[in-house]
């Protein structure tokens, strides 16, 4: 006896249950990637340009608090250099004390050349001047206590200069020796220096002072 014939399953339909469209059976599936406009390209992502901040907004913080000051804007321009510092303290100390050496120094080889000569020079008067108060301000800086010391200092070096060089005159015409004139006699030495002094005398103990503080004013030019 023969077996009953099973009739056969029914089509499955392919892909999720899509009706096929003129018996292409992939009609309704949708490619992957693929925009419903036909344009193959419509869904990709942007390709990178290599550039890190390509993507960055324009104005977007980027940890720099001044990134977005105008130049000058506080100030209107470039700031001005600190001024210097006038020197004070050490510094005038030591530039008086320059002067005061310098002004003995000074004072030693002005009586030497004029009482070598037996007479003033008055150039040697000036340059007595103008060394004190350009060396005293070269160490001491441009404060005017300096430049007022120089001045000082160079009246008396002249003055000291003059007594240096009588002092070589008469020795040398009482035939002694000069340390015996100058520290044995210093008294009679200045009543000879009271009555030989004369206008020239006075002039030349001026132009120290005067050549002190141009000597300071060149050397801090």
Request: aromatic share 10%; hydrophobic share 45%.
């Amino acid at each position: 006896m023969s077996q009953p014939v099973q009739p056969p399953n029914p089509p499955q339909q392919p892909y999720g249950g899509g009706q096929p469209a003129a018996g292409n059976p992939y009609a309704a599936e949708q490619q992957p990637g693929t925009p419903a406009d036909g344009n193959p390209y419509a869904g990709a992502p942007a390709a990178p340009t290599g550039n890190p901040f390509g993507g960055q907004q324009q104005g977007a913080p980027t940890g720099n608090p001044f990134a977005g000051q105008q130049p000058g804007q506080f100030g209107g321009g470039a700031p001005y250099p600190p001024a210097p510092a006038p020197r004070g303290g050490s510094g005038l100390g030591l530039g008086i004390l320059t002067a005061l050496g310098t002004a003995i120094v000074a004072a030693i080889l002005y009586g030497v050349i004029a009482g070598s000569i037996e007479r003033e020079v008055g150039y040697a008067a000036v340059g007595v001047g103008f060394l004190v108060g350009f060396v005293a301000s070269k160490v001491g800086g441009s404060s005017p206590a300096v430049a007022v010391a120089s001045a000082v200092f160079s009246l008396g070096a002249v003055f000291l200069g003059q007594l240096v060089a009588m002092s070589m005159i008469l020795a040398d015409g009482l035939g002694v020796g000069f340390t015996e004139v100058f520290f044995d006699h210093f008294g009679d030495v200045m009543d000879i220096w009271k009555e030989e002094a004369d206008f020239m005398t006075y002039l030349f103990l001026a132009l120290g002072p005067v050549a002190a503080f141009g000597g300071a004013k060149k050397a801090t030019a």
